[in-house]
């Protein structure tokens, strides 16, 4: 990952719950989207951009970011939770996408712009990603997804906020529990209007589950390089984590994931 500082102070502050993320100039002259507060959630972005990369899903680039409080915090007009603290060390910088909005419920009114997703089977492999990885935070009353047009007018769907994977984090303390059908992006309205309809929907399944293999084995041999990027400032318990994480490794688990993807495609969208 890139490693990059803050060269002018903040520009926007996103309210949004939660992370309420802050929009910084970094030293290579982009935008960055950063979160500062919990370093759990730190962690699960940092955990889950690599993951997605080794899965091949869209997600923005992303960068540690030191933010100079001084100069670049305290200047700004709304600092209600810019907490010192937090930027004492390392932020969780993901890529400004300039072109990109947030799928939402009234987008999905618009049928041209459905039509328009060129990477609509990667919408499967998400919402399979988000199953093994117990993503709480991707579902129909927050995407967590955005689009960003490309040339020809096409649009091509990204993951973003990635912080409740491992059951909200509760799984590094406990074990690791299966997704909701209230937590899957397959109970949603977007789930249907791109599949509904598809006469294949059921051998892409079986394709995209003989790939999940091989994104689990890629994701397990590059964990170790993965965890030696983690942030000495965030104090991370790697050994504990690390033991935590293979449980996503484990046949039981793997077979579980499967078994959920399948039943959950079945209800949301073939049966429905």
Known sequence: MKKLKSIQPIAKRYATYGSSPILILGSD???????YKDVNKLFNELLAYHFACLWHINIPESALIEIDYEKHVLPFEDRQGLVRLFFERECFGSSFLEKAFDIHQFILTNADV????????????????DIWLSNEDRNQGNYNLLLQSVKGGYMLLYIIDNTDIFNSSMAYGNTITELTQEDSLLNSALATLLFGEDSRLS?????????????????????????????????????????????IFSPQWLEICEHTFREYVQTFIISK
């Not at 002259?29 to 979160?35: F, G, I, T």
């Not at 030696?228 to 991370?236: E, F, G, M, N, R």
């Open 114 to 129: 459905t039509r328009k997703i060129k990477n609509k089977e990667d919408f499967l492999k998400i919402a399979l990603f």
């Open 203 to 247: 051998q892409k399944v079986d394709l995209l589950l003989k790939d999940f293999y091989l994104f689990v084995e890629e994701c397990q041999r590059n964990l170790p390089s993965i965890l030696d990027a983690v942030p000495q400032k965030w104090k991370i318990d790697i050994a504990n984590y690390h033991t935590k994480i293979n449980m």
């Open 29 to 35: 002259l982009n935008y960055w989207v950063c979160k």
